[in-house]
């Protein structure tokens, strides 16, 4: 009997997937990063401090990511389709439940908690989903799904805007939770991806028709995870504060009207831009991934700490600009460079863990931001923070990839002693083992 890893099948039904996963994109990280229109609403509303009213977002951000372990366990427990069917219907209970305006702790339960949960639940088995479905074209394939982040914030953001003109911030909310029950459409065209056993006939009675699979905590033993889960918790406390605070930067210089979602929606034009160039470079294979998303990261951060010269309508858009092609060049590499850190076997529970400790960085990122703008009485200082936690985090990126570096070597060493032998498609390492009939 020989057994070793199914292949992913690197098309057919798995462009169904893609499709399916760019709208999950759409109608979860689209929405998030749209929740800055609602912010001074809420804010004049309720009329409390800039860094209060940003727990509503911080809170949606770390349930976003402290639910993504659950996601990861539930998935391989049940399948991709039930869970992103049930992270459908919490999006949906969660803004529709904001919408009656009981008060701000209300909307951390609501908007917070239950929608952030929701998205956890939608955002993460679809991304499972896209990578167990491709190896050679993963990472355009990848571009390609997570491209629906941007598309829908380009619509988003002057619909949104209009919305809360028109229907008031409870009506937008209401009309909101309404296009997220499409979440549950998506899910239910994820068709789980079997792994098959390849085996004699004699074998074949005495072998269970599925592999065991459960949730590897034990992959934080890995010093290359650890790593680059420190480069995560630094990236995201720097990841959600430009567009949470451009609207309201680029309101304080007497920037009026649609013009700030003007400048988000051409943010968004860039973002896919950059994800869908990083994700065709990616595939050429010209750099290594974890040497790509250092460069990038490291030059998100310095426009970023460029964007406050700004004080015009046109800096402020090509800052904007540069900001969303490296954002979506970023995106397009963070979360499949987790395959080359812990192989496809392990990515659903790396993602897992990667998104859990991320919620570290994402929770406090945006209160912060906030409380520097508090005490400065300027949105600079926020945009500051965030291109220093960027810079910082790309170091720790540089020492994963040394270290995945030396392990690739140690296992070249030993395909040279025939234990250790490596995918043609996927470049992943496994170890063949043949026993007798």
Known sequence: MTSRRTRPPDG??????????????????????????????????????????SWVTSTTIAMFHIGAPAASALTIRFSQRVVIIAGGLLCSLGMLLASLDLSLPWLYLTMGVLEGTGISFSWVPAMSMVNHYFARWRPIAYALASSGECVFS??????????????????ALLIISGLQLNLCVCGALMRPLETTLTTSEDDAAVLPSKRKVIFQCSLLK????????????????????PTL???PFSTSLGIEKYWPAFILSVLAVADLAGRLFCGWLANMRLLRNLQLLVIVTTLTGV?????????????????????????GCLVALHVTSIVDIVTLEGFDSGLGLFMLFRSIGGFIGPPAGGWLV?????????????GFCFISS????????????????????????????????TQEPFLEITLPD
């Open 303 to 327: 426009v970023l700490l460029l964007l406050p010269i700004s004080h015009n309508f046109w800096a402020i858009l090509g800052f904007s600009m540069l900001y969303g092609f490296l954002f």
């Open 12 to 53: 057919g039904y798995g462009w169904v997937v893609v499709a399916s996963t760019f709208f999950i994109m759409g109608l979860t990280a689209a929405v998030l990063k749209n929740f800055g229109h609602f912010f001074l609403d809420i804010q004049s509303h309720f009329g409390v401090l800039t860094s209060t009213t």
């Open 154 to 171: 380009m619509v988003f953001s002057p619909l949104f805007k209009w919305l809360i003109e028109t229907y008031t911030w409870q009506g």
């Open 245 to 247: 605070f451009l609207v």
């Open 222 to 241: 890995q010093p290359e995870l650890l790593l680059y889960i420190l480069f995560a918790i630094f990236a995201a406390a720097g990841f959600f504060i």
């Open 394 to 425: 790309a170091v720790f990126v540089v020492l994963v990839d040394r270290l995945v570096q030396r392990k690739k070597s140690a296992e070249a060493e030993g395909q040279q002693t025939g234990k250790v032998k490596r995918d043609t498609v």
């Open 374 to 386: 508090d005490q400065t009485n300027d949105y600079s200082a926020a945009f500051y923070l965030s």
